[in-house]
């Protein structure tokens, strides 16, 4: 049975932190780190995180498809906000799956992204219905490590169904090693690293090419077939030195993006190949690998019917939609790499009542209306009578979405008074179209941006707030201004 990919998705945040800044700020204690300080790295608001960022990139894969269809959806990620809450569900829930879909958390190596992948093709070649794998990563850092140079914040998402799709797959091979190149144990926030000259030597050089040998003997064709050859790491020159060693050509090896956002860890061989399938051509062969205690490889050909299957933006729209950001004091205190006075309005308690989300999940992740059955009126959020004046019907309402359509600005306060992470707070009226409108809160909304009425908003699954006496990340959805994009506060 044929297994190909049937639609792709990437997301990265808008903002981009440069890496200069930051190679300054630290020179004082680490002027070492002057190497690494050439162009960005994306970087997540306060309210996103893996889970956010895993719903934006499927949103962008599935477009206007029919998610009904869906068997399962895995997410993919070290770094997810639940240890003991299924991180995937909340993503099923946010995109309106039906009940019926699998879900599941897939962590613990780096090549979580890869293994994700290739799981898939598995369960979709025995007979499973499609799988729409996901993988994103918002990594914590020290201050002045190379790790908070190199890395960045990304998701990507790949639906894997029966037929060739846009690209169909040929074969694939995992080495599997218990090689600790880097580790984070058990209630440590940071990644532990092991000297880099080893891991190139002993990791990549040695367990990659075998399961890239396997994969290239899987599929059928050899290394100097390959148009595209995707490694994600931000070390410089290897994934040419690893090229080489394959006999892949020098032409093959792709941009691994770390100029431009970073390497977004166990999303990044998914980011790379989003990538690729926005440029590829028909007929080209693309190798993607993952490497975190061993390797996983997957060879794949592009077929004619790619250009069909073209994301709304991909890693190429999000790339050209970053804006540039030097302030690097927002960017540790919203990563909580510094302590800051928050202020008396911070102490609120944040209790969720999960007696509340439940019952109310649909309304609340899925931003799920009603729409009146006598008149047609959508509203939000669904109630037992119509806000329509002239029809005031009473009774129950069909379901009605909202997060995937258009609105406009209606009216908007900013608030420095109310607590913020991020102050000040953006919120108002939206009104979208086709009915329905919505007292909500503004994300995104970049510094010295001007809003006005009728300003397009788009709707974004974020998180609403975080509870710290109790771990609990609260979301729902905000709308983002969609306005040209203006320089960052410095």
């Not at 869906?70 to 039906?98: K, M, Y």
């Not at 992204?113 to 499609?130: C, E, K």
Request: proline share 5%.
């Amino acid at each position: 049975m044929a297994v190909g990919i049937h639609a792709f998705g990437g997301y990265l945040p808008r903002r981009r932190l440069s890496r200069q800044i930051v190679v300054e700020a630290n020179a004082w204690f680490a002027p070492a780190l002057k190497g690494l300080g050439r162009g960005e790295r994306a970087i997540a608001n306060w309210d996103e995180d893996p889970v956010t960022m895993a719903v934006e990139a499927c949103r962008d894969a599935l477009g206007l498809l029919d998610r009904s269809t869906l068997g399962a959806l895995w997410l993919a990620s070290t770094t997810l906000p639940f240890e003991d809450r299924q991180n995937a569900g909340i993503v099923a829930e946010a995109l309106g799956l039906d009940s019926t879909v699998r879900t599941l958390d897939i962590a613990g190596s780096q090549r979580a992204g890869t293994s994700a992948l290739l799981t898939a093709i598995d369960a979709v070649a025995g007979g499973a219905g499609p799988v729409l794998v996901t993988a994103a990563e918002k990594r914590r850092t020290r201050v002045a490590s190379p790790l908070e140079l190199t890395s960045g914040d990304g998701a990507a998402a790949i639906l894997v169904g029966e037929g060739d799709g846009g690209a169909v797959v040929l074969g694939a091979a995992t080495e599997t090693a218990d090689f600790v190149d880097h580790y984070r144990g058990q209630h440590q926030d940071f990644d532990y690293v092991w000297e880099e000259r080893w891991i190139r030597d002993e990791g990549y050089q040695k367990l990659v090419p075998v399961a890239v040998e396997r994969a290239l003997a899987a599929a059928g064709v050899g290394a100097a077939d390959i148009q595209h050859f995707c490694f994600p790491t931000s070390t410089t020159r290897v994934a040419a030195a690893l090229a080489r060693r394959l006999g892949l050509s020098d032409g093959s090896v792709r941009d691994n993006l770390q100029v431009s956002c970073g390497e977004t860890g166990v999303a990044h061989p998914l980011v790379m190949l989003v990538h690729v399938l926005q440029q590829a051509d028909e007929g080209d062969l693309i190798l993607v690998t993952g490497f975190g205690q061993g390797g996983d490889a997957v060879v794949l050909r592009v077929g004619a019917g790619l250009a069909d299957r073209q994301p709304v933006r991909g890693i190429e729209g999000s790339l050209a939609a970053g804006v540039s950001d030097t302030n690097y004091q927002r960017y540790l205190a919203i990563n909580d790499l510094i302590t800051i006075e928050r202020g008396l309005r911070a102490e609120v308690d944040k209790q969720t009542g999960l007696t509340t989300l439940y019952r109310n999940r649909a309304m609340l992740l899925g931003f799920i209306g009603g729409r009146c059955r006598a008149c047609g009126t959508p509203q939000y959020p669904a109630s037992g009578a119509c806000v329509n004046p002239d029809c005031g019907a009473t009774g129950p309402q069909d379901r009605y979405p909202f997060a995937d359509r258009s609105a406009q600005l209606n009216s908007y306060t900013s608030d420095r008074l109310t607590y913020s992470p991020d102050p000040p707070a953006y919120y108002g009226m939206v009104q979208f179209e086709g009915g329905g409108r919505a007292m909500i809160d503004f994300t995104d909304v970049d510094p010295g941006a001007t809003l006005e009425v009728g300003v397009p908003m788009r709707m974004v699954f974020r998180v609403k707030d975080y509870d710290p006496m109790r771990g609990f990340r609260r979301y729902f959805w905000k709308a983002m201004p969609v306005l040209p994009s203006a320089p960052a506060e410095e």
